[in-house]
């Protein structure tokens, strides 16, 4: 059974921190990338951060860049987004998700990305 069960998300004043946790079963993580996308009431999915999880290498969208880093823990089959400096434009409903590692899609593309969790809400304060 695939499981993605995201966990992390609160309220938070503009300048604060969280840090998101997405615990994954029933994956495979030697040829797969893991990203984590935002969604506000109404909008689309919007790429975050994307880690490569055999390699490593990782994307930041430009808003985030700089603010927020996303890592892995190989051993526990969990991916983090570490969130700094929260701005209210950072608000939405953060998910995690897979695809295959060689996707030839940009690594924002959430019709790529399969096996999604839940999600944490996220909500910054001004």
């Known amino acids: 059974q695939v499981q993605v069960v995201e966990s992390g998300g609160g309220l938070v004043q503009a300048g604060g921190s969280l840090r998101l946790s997405c615990t994954t079963s029933g994956l495979t993580f030697t040829d797969v990338a893991m990203g984590w996308f935002r969604q506000a009431p109404g909008k689309k999915r919007e790429g975050v951060s994307c880690i490569s999880w055999s390699r490593g290498s990782t994307y930041y969208a430009d808003s985030v860049k700089g603010r927020f880093t996303i890592s892995r823990d190989n051993a526990n089959n969990t991916l983090f987004l570490q969130m700094d400096n929260l701005r209210p434009e950072n608000t939405g409903l953060y998910s995690c998700?897979?695809?295959?590692?060689?996707?030839?899609?940009?690594?924002?593309?959430?019709?790529?990305?399969?096996?999604w969790g839940q999600g944490t809400q996220v909500t910054v304060s001004s």
């Open positions: 998700a897979c695809r295959p590692f060689g996707s030839d899609a940009p690594w924002y593309d959430p019709e790529s990305y399969y096996s």
